[in-house]
């Protein structure tokens, strides 16, 4: 048994369901609970509204992920994923492609791990391994901020500083900073020191990019 989408995505749930597994009696027996989910997910689908989903000030924050890639908002306005956006996040691509050998992605929290998630799916966990022309002219990345532990933030310093020294040339590393606030101690930590010992490196130029939220006023 399986669920197939128009878009070719298939759940192939055949064993989960049967004797000894899920059977129908247990969803029958759900299934109060499975109709409260489900009209709980459609609101959220239609207005972005999840129960107890709240920002830090307590205020209710809506959901979009389930309307990615383009969110449209109740004014009918495009919201900050639009094609224009994308257009934008594919530009920077491609400046950054046979430019920047290194970067390094600076978060905690859903920073941290979203961005995290998206680079195993889509990089692998030996990306940079892969020579530059594997890797099709694009950097290497490395993560960092989610915690303040100096040994891992002096461990990605030195070798970083260690492929710079064995280039031979200028060695360009993106320091890219993801908070929301964009005020995170232990991002903004990580960031500080990181952003000193490759300043201070002649064989590093380094650049700097902020991932936050625009209407935020800091």
């Known amino acids: 048994m399986a669920l197939v989408l128009k878009s070719g995505f298939t759940f192939d749930y055949d064993n989960l369901f049967g004797e000894g597994k899920v059977t129908q009696a247990d969803?029958?027996?759900?299934?109060?609970?499975?109709?409260?989910?489900?009209?709980?997910?459609?609101?959220?689908?239609?207005?972005?509204?999840?129960?107890?989903?709240?920002?830090?000030?307590?205020?209710?924050?809506?959901v979009y992920f389930s309307k990615l890639p383009y969110i449209t908002e109740e004014n009918g306005k495009l919201n900050l994923n639009s094609p224009a956006s994308i257009k934008r996040l594919h530009?920077?691509?491609?400046?950054?492609?046979?430019n920047v050998d290194v970067v390094v992605s600076l978060g905690i929290g859903g920073s941290f791990l979203g961005n995290k998630v998206l680079f195993d799916v889509f990089c692998g966990e030996f990306w940079n391994t892969y020579t530059p022309e594997q890797r099709k002219g694009l950097p290497k990345v490395y993560f960092s901020g989610q915690n303040i532990d100096p040994r891992r933030?002096?461990?990605?310093?030195?070798?970083?500083?260690?492929?710079?020294?064995?280039?031979?040339?200028?060695?360009?590393?993106?320091?890219?900073?993801?908070?929301?606030?964009?005020?995170?101690?232990?991002?903004m930590s990580n960031f500080m020191?990181?952003?000193?010992?490759?300043?201070?490196?002649?064989?590093?130029d380094v650049e700097v990019v902020a991932v936050?939220?625009?209407?935020m006023e800091k």
């Open 91 to 98: 530009d920077f691509t491609e400046r950054i492609r046979n």
């Open 193 to 204: 020191v990181m952003l000193d010992a490759f300043q201070k490196d002649a064989n590093i």
């Open 27 to 62: 969803l029958d027996e759900c299934k109060d609970a499975l109709a409260k989910a489900h009209a709980a997910m459609k609101v959220m689908r239609d207005t972005g509204f999840i129960k107890a989903h709240l920002s830090k000030d307590g205020a209710p924050e809506k």
């Open 212 to 215: 936050t939220d625009p209407n």
């Open 153 to 187: 933030t002096g461990d990605i310093i030195n070798h970083v500083k260690a492929m710079a020294a064995g280039k031979g040339g200028k060695f360009k590393v993106m320091l890219m900073c993801m908070s929301k606030s964009g005020g995170t101690l232990d991002t």
